[in-house]
């Protein structure tokens, strides 16, 4: 079974400095995808970046980049620019490329905020 | 149209009631998922409908009931429910087999249930 670990239960960060959120998982499948997605107290999660396991380029939506490392098994999310809308509950997820319907496994979550 | 629609947003029941929570989606998924989701707590899994037949049910009890009556709307009935299932419920759906730019998991906003 797989797992994803997030050691940093809460983080903080300044308006317009720059933060990184940490991931880990285990799994021995070679090919998966990776998420970060935010909670905000409006409760929808929603996504904020993937990386497919197959691909060595590290994602980037705007602001958010990640840094993949396969052997490693990790996945931390840095966030540039940081903005008070940041803050969220983000949560790191798995999912298996295998197999059909395949669920999300969560990591338990880092809380971020952000100051001013 | 990127959006999973819940209803209702909050709701109240007592332990001899019985209640239904609704999801919708027109994304065409064809997997739907329940997940419960307890305060700064990860998403847990539920259920996992897959062309709107059950593929997954994570062990939960009876009192818990799902129904997938079509392709667009996936139920979950509630019935003699404990205190203890207090949580918000969320529901998602995605594609059964990820591609590669269809890989994530699309969230509502979640029902928050209060069992009193």
């Known amino acids: 079974a797989q797992t994803v670990t997030q050691s940093q239960p809460e983080m903080s960060v300044q308006e317009a400095e720059t933060v990184t959120l940490s991931c880990t998982y285990d799994t021995s499948e070679s090919d998966y995808y990776l998420f970060w997605y935010k909670q905000p107290p409006s409760r929808q999660m929603i996504l904020v970046i993937r990386?497919?396991?197959?691909?060595?380029q590290n994602a980037t939506e705007n602001r958010f980049s990640v840094n993949f490392q396969k052997a490693a098994k990790s996945f931390s999310l840095k966030i540039s620019d940081s903005q008070l809308g940041d803050a969220a509950m983000y949560f790191c997820a798995y999912r298996s490329a295998s197999g059909t319907a395949s669920k999300l496994t969560f990591g338990t979550g880092t809380r971020l905020q952000v100051t001013l | 149209d990127t959006e999973v629609t819940q209803t209702p947003k909050h709701l109240v029941m007592g332990m001899t009631n019985k209640k239904s929570l609704k999801c919708e989606q027109h994304?065409?998924?064809?997997?739907m998922y329940w997940y419960k989701q307890k305060a700064k707590k990860p998403p847990e899994l539920m259920f996992v409908?897959?062309?709107?037949?059950?593929?997954i049910n994570e062990s939960v009890p009876s009192r818990f009931s799902p129904e997938c009556p079509n392709s667009s709307l996936l139920n979950l009935h509630l019935h003699a429910l404990q205190p203890e299932d207090s949580a918000l419920y969320l529901c998602?759906?995605?594609?059964?087999?990820?591609?590669?730019?269809?890989?994530?998991?699309?969230f509502g906003q979640g029902t928050r249930l209060t069992v009193v």
């Open positions: 994304m065409g998924h064809r997997a």
């Open positions: 990386q497919e396991a197959y691909k060595q």
């Open positions: 409908y897959s062309y709107e037949k059950l593929s």
């Open positions: 998602a759906s995605s594609q059964v087999n990820p591609t590669e730019m269809n890989t994530e998991a699309f």
